[in-house]
C-alpha cells in the first residue's frame, strides 16, 4: 500500500498568516496518462465528518475560499492556507487515490497562535 | 443538496456484527459509487471499501475483507456496511461517503458518521 506522510503533526499560526501543510507518498501518485496527480486534501473540524477541499492535488472543490490551495507532483505535496481563519482551525487529511487501496495522511491539526 | 444521513451509535459485544446504512439523497444514487472509511481513536482514516450503487460490484480492504460486506438498496437509495466478528479494535467512526467522479476517485460529501463502540 502507498503510505502517506504529513509533516507537521500539528501547528500554530497567527490569525491572517500563511499555514503550510506537507504530505509525502511512498510511491509516485503521478498518473503518467494523464498527467494529473490522484491525490486529495479534507478538512474535518471538531466533530464533523471530513470535507472535500482540493483533488487532483491543485484543483478547488465547490464553495473553497482561494485561500485554500494545493500544490505539488510526484510524491511531494503541500496544501496551503493564506490569510488563516479563526474557521481554519481543523485536522487536515491528505489522501491518495492512485492505488486501489486508498490511504490517508495521519492528519495535521492547524490552531491559531 | 447532496446527503448522506447515517444510522445511530452502536454499542457490540465482541464477537458480535454490527450493520451501519446510509441513505442518500439529492442526486441520482445508482450514478456514483458509496465508500466507506472508518477512524479509530487517534488513527488515521482507513479506507474499507466501496459499492457500485448501480450494478452492485463491491471491493473490500485485504484487512477487512473476511469480516466486511457492502449491499446496497436501490429502492431505498440506501447503502448498507456490516462488520462481522466484532472486536475492541473496531471502536471507531465510520463514515459512508459518495465518489462525485464516479471513478473511484475522491469522497464528497461524506455522511455524518456512526460511532460503533465494542465492549464488553
Known amino acids: 500500500d502507498i503510505v502517506m506522510t504529513q509533516s507537521p503533526d500539528s501547528l500554530a499560526v497567527s490569525l491572517g498568516e500563511r499555514a503550510t501543510i506537507n504530505c509525502k507518498s511512498s510511491?509516485?501518485?503521478?498518473?503518467?496518462?494523464?498527467?494529473?496527480?490522484?491525490l486529495a486534501w479534507y478538512q474535518q473540524k471538531p466533530g464533523q465528518p471530513p470535507k472535500l477541499l482540493i483533488y487532483?492535488?491543485?484543483t478547488r472543490a465547490s464553495g473553497v475560499p482561494d485561500r485554500f490551495s494545493g500544490s505539488g507532483s510526484g510524491t511531494d505535496f503541500t496544501l496551503t492556507i493564506s490569510n488563516l481563519q479563526a474557521d481554519d482551525v481543523a485536522v487536515y487529511h491528505c489522501?491518495?487515490?492512485?492505488?486501489?487501496?486508498?490511504?490517508f495522511g495521519q492528519g495535521t491539526k492547524v490552531e491559531i497562535k | 443538496q447532496v446527503q448522506l444521513v447515517q444510522s445511530g451509535a452502536e454499542v457490540k459485544k465482541p464477537g458480535a456484527s454490527v450493520k451501519i446504512s446510509c441513505r442518500a439523497s439529492?442526486?441520482?444514487?445508482?450514478?456514483?459509487?458509496i465508500q466507506w472509511v472508518r477512524q479509530a481513536p487517534g488513527q488515521r482514516l482507513e479506507w474499507m471499501g466501496w459499492?457500485?450503487?448501480?450494478?452492485?460490484?463491491?471491493a473490500y480492504s485485504q484487512k477487512l475483507q473476511d469480516r466486511l460486506t457492502i449491499t446496497r438498496d436501490t429502492a431505498a437509495s440506501t447503502a448498507y456496511m456490516e462488520l462481522s466478528s466484532l472486536r475492541s479494535e473496531d471502536t471507531a467512526l465510520y463514515y459512508c461517503?459518495?465518489?462525485?467522479?464516479?471513478?473511484?476517485?475522491?469522497?464528497?460529501?461524506w455522511g455524518q458518521g456512526t460511532l460503533v463502540t465494542v465492549s464488553s
Open positions: 439529492g442526486y441520482t444514487f445508482t450514478a456514483y459509487p
Open positions: 459499492i457500485s450503487a448501480g450494478n452492485g460490484d463491491t
Open positions: 461517503a459518495r465518489d462525485p467522479s464516479g471513478n473511484l476517485k475522491w469522497f464528497d460529501p
Open positions: 489522501q491518495e487515490y492512485f492505488s486501489s487501496v486508498w490511504t
Open positions: 510511491q509516485s501518485v503521478l498518473y503518467s496518462s494523464n498527467n494529473k496527480n490522484f
Open positions: 487532483w492535488a491543485s
